[in-house]
């Protein structure tokens, strides 16, 4: 069998990474959480240049960039690999609410993409490679045999991820995961730079109402056939 490249895109919470990981893991490829990568550098720019109100300054973002460091590493427990930053383990972290408050702006930030996209390419140069993300399908692998682009309502989504951080013991309310959830769904599909769209090719699924298993082997099955 041949090795291909698969893309997935779609709005956050939709289930992408639970799906991606799994796939990964049965088919023996590569998975990349390029949202990792967005929020690792977001985390390391609220540490050294945000202002304590949550502004900062686009030409300091893009004098620090060349001293980050991104690197997956994989954990065999877990069983995918970590988001270093620098050498330190930032996976917890850059999932707290206030990296997920800020990464859209950040990730606005064209000079950003530009250095995101260059790793993601090489990356997944060999192919057997799953990419989640935003823009994979329209930008950083244009010709992915197999693209993916998941939805799903807003509340459905909100729910799943006010869930996740529950259960990791987060102290959250639903009303402002639901609002983060839009915030980022809105700066995400308007950004000028690469905005969240469905590539033209890419199979679009709908994951409201069903569960987790039935997207797996959707996209097992249209994976296999590619393969
Ligand atoms: O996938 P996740 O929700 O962790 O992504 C966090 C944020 O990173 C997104 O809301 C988006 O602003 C940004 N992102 C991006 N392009 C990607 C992946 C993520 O702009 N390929």
Do not use: C, W
Not at 11 to 17: E, H, N, Q, V
Not at 124 to 144: E, L, Q, S
Request: no cysteine; charged share 35%; aromatic share 8%.
């Amino acid at each position: 069998s041949k090795k291909i490249t698969i893309a997935i895109d779609g709005f956050s919470s939709t289930g992408k990474s639970t799906v991606a990981k799994r796939l990964a893991k049965e088919l023996n490829y590569v998975y990349v959480d390029t949202g990792a990568m967005y929020r690792a550098v977001t985390l390391y720019m609220m540490r050294k240049v945000f202002v304590s109100d949550g502004s900062f300054d686009e030409e300091a973002i893009i004098r620090h960039l060349p001293f980050i460091n991104l690197k997956f590493h994989f954990n065999e427990d877990l069983g995918f690999g970590e988001m270093y930053l620098n050498a330190e383990n930032v996976e917890k972290e850059i999932r707290y609410m206030e990296v997920s408050n800020q990464v859209s702006k950040v990730a606005a930030v064209p000079q950003v993409r530009k250095m995101l996209v260059e790793q993601q390419k090489e990356m997944g140069k060999d192919k057997g490679v799953i990419m989640d993300g935003r823009d994979i399908g329209t930008v950083v692998f244009p010709d992915a045999e197999l693209k993916i682009f998941m939805t799903a309502s807003t509340e459905e989504r909100a729910t799943r991820r006010f869930d996740e951080l529950k259960s990791r013991g987060d102290e959250v309310e639903y009303e402002e995961v639901l609002k983060n959830v839009k915030d980022r769904d809105f700066v995400d599909s308007t950004r000028e730079d690469s905005p969240l769209r469905k590539a033209e090719d890419a199979v679009e699924i709908d994951t409201s109402g069903i569960s987790v298993e039935e997207v797996y082997q959707k996209m097992l099955h249209l994976a296999k056939d590619r393969i």
